[in-house]
């Protein structure tokens, strides 16, 4: 059977990103489950709208990766208590030109990994709320709001701790279920 190739999008444009190192360790614990395939937000321009009647190739490269999954899988950071501008850019470009949403009907689950105590908790918050306005089945739970401490990767960037490794594999078991449901919903 075909696993459902799942878009990855990483909220961080930082070489030295800990949620792309989240997102990078979700992608090879649910290997055996997905394709996972990051969409990278970096090439993306600043949205501005005048662009919409000849989008710049990096926003129509980025459309259709988001269009061609079966999902999508966002792992960002929390800035000032909210997403990323570089995830908000790539939302928008995603919504846009008006009528040609990419992102309807997708399933997605969303993980975020803070240097704070609060794990991205109050971003996730607003990712949902702009995700619902889009149209996206967003994994209600579990909800994956993490700290980053010492220890928290081993040597291989792969999740060190046995129970956090088994929490995060239930959260992907979730998201399979949630993707075979959701996923190819007709327009
Ligand atoms: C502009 C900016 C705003 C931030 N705001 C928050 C915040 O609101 N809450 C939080 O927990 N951490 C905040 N941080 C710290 C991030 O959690 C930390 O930089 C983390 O490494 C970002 O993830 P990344 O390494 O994937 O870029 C902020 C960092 C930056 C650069």
């Given amino acids: 059977m075909t696993k459902p190739r799942i878009a990855l999008l990483v909220g961080s444009l930082s070489r030295d990103s800990i949620n792309r190192r989240l997102g990078e360790a979700l992608a090879r614990l649910g290997s055996d489950r997905f394709e996972i395939a990051e969409s990278t937000l970096a090439d993306l321009p600043l949205f501005n709208r005048d662009l919409d009647a000849a989008l710049p190739a990096p926003v129509l490269r ?9 999902g999508v899988l966002i792992v960002g950071p929390e800035y000032n208590r909210s997403v990323s501008s570089a995830l908000k850019n790539a939302i928008d470009w995603g919504s846009r030109p008006y009528g040609a949403n990419s992102w309807k009907d997708k399933p997605a689950a969303i993980a975020g990994l803070a240097s704070g105590a609060l794990g991205t908790a ?4 607003h990712l949902r709320n702009i995700l619902s306005h889009l149209d996206v089945h967003v ?16 040597a291989a960037g792969d999740i060190a701790d046995a129970a956090t490794r088994r929490f995060l594999d239930g959260f992907l078991s979730r998201f ?10 007709a327009a």
Avoid at 122 to 125: E, I, K, S, W
Avoid at 139 to 154: A, H, I
Avoid at 176 to 185: E, L, N, P, S, Y
């Fill in 62 to 70: 980025f459309k259709a990766e988001v269009e061609a999954a079966d």
């Fill in 176 to 185: 399979a279920g949630h993707v075979a449901r959701f996923g190819k919903v």
């Fill in 139 to 154: 994994l209600p739970q579990p909800e994956v709001c993490m700290s980053m401490r010492e220890g928290l990767f081993d």
């Fill in 122 to 125: 109050p971003a996730q918050q």
